[in-house]
């Protein structure tokens, strides 16, 4: 991903904690590691599930032809045939946003744990933050994969009209058929989402809340307004963005940047967009429109349409124009 990142962030918690947030090289205190191995073992998981869905080319030319052959044999079991295993795959990435849940949950305990400023749980457990940060920048990406690509929809959706139509003329589905109809009503509700990775990890953030009533809601919305504000000095600093050695560096950022702030809209009962946030959401749409447009325009969408609050009559007329559609 680069060269070393390292973050400056001043005043973010009124305690002038100034410190480098390493995303790419920290690593675990002896007290970390159980909770970093196991957090890693997902984000390794991570990368051959978005390998798997870049691969995604669907069986539209199949489905196309068993639709207008409705009575050729041959032509409905070959769309079968290829959509079976291509809904195995779309049922392992589903499952994997319930590992992701799990994970985010455990690190939100440790990140969000009271006796320390937000500066400083970052400062202090850097390696913990910066799996947070790589669990972000997935789901993101996951999200952008998924918005681009409609076979994954349209496979599904004929898996279930067939599958329906063999219970109707009770013909056993074969082997192949690992989706029971429970797990595939899940499936829908998932996909059904624009950002399913997103939706997932917004509800895992705001039941965290809920159950946890003990732990302050300022622990965990500061937590993310942090993290957001790490990012934006990051990216608007030409001293830190001067070391990044790739685009993908800049693109990390941004996605981790997006993300904290969406977690935020849906934590806090204000959300992110009122003058009273703890995010400059100004400045961190002004850091987004200064990319390349063909880079951001997945993040500027998961902004307008997965956000909570941004319709808000207390949201500002200029946020709202800064994220209309060109």
Request: glycine share 4%.
């Amino acid at each position: 991903m680069g060269n070393l990142i390292k973050v400056l962030t001043r005043d973010i918690d009124n305690n002038g904690g100034n410190f480098f947030l390493d995303f790419e090289n920290a690593q675990p205190s002896l007290s970390e590691t159980t909770l970093w191995e196991e957090v890693n073992e997902v984000l390794l998981e991570a990368r051959l599930v978005l390998q798997q869905l870049q691969e995604y080319r669907g069986a539209g030319e199949e489905i196309r032809q068993a639709i207008q052959s409705p009575s050729v044999g041959g032509v409905q079991e070959k769309a079968w045939s290829a959509v079976v295993p291509l809904v195995g795959k779309l049922k392992t990435f589903y499952e994997f946003s319930q590992k992701l849940e799990v994970s985010l949950r455990s690190l939100l305990v440790v990140l969000t744990s009271s006796g320390s400023t937000p500066t400083q749980q970052l400062e202090q457990k850097q390696a913990l933050a910066r799996q947070f940060a790589h669990m972000l920048h997935f789901t993101l990406r996951f999200d952008e994969l998924k918005m681009t690509n409609p076979a994954i929809q349209n496979d599904f959706s004929y898996y279930r009209r067939t599958i329906s139509r063999m219970r109707i003329n009770n013909l056993a589905a074969d082997a192949g058929n690992e989706v029971n109809n429970e797990l595939a009503n899940r499936m829908s509700l998932f996909y059904a989402s624009a950002t399913p990775m997103l939706k997932t990890l917004s509800d895992a953030t705001s039941k965290f809340v809920s159950d946890n009533p003990e732990l302050p809601l300022e622990n965990t919305t500061d937590c993310l307004s942090t993290m957001a504000s790490v990012c934006k000095v990051m990216l608007e600093t030409p001293e830190y963005r001067s070391r990044f050695a790739s685009e993908e560096t800049v693109l990390f950022c941004l996605r981790v940047m997006v993300g904290v702030i969406i977690l935020y809209d849906h934590v806090h009962p204000a959300g992110a967009f009122v003058k009273t946030s703890n995010i400059d959401m100004k400045g961190c749409i002004r850091v987004l429109k200064e990319q390349p447009p063909n880079s951001v325009e997945g993040l500027l969408n998961a902004l307008r349409y997965t956000t909570k609050h941004l319709n808000d009559e207390a949201t500002s007329k200029q946020i709202k124009t800064m994220l209309q559609p060109n």
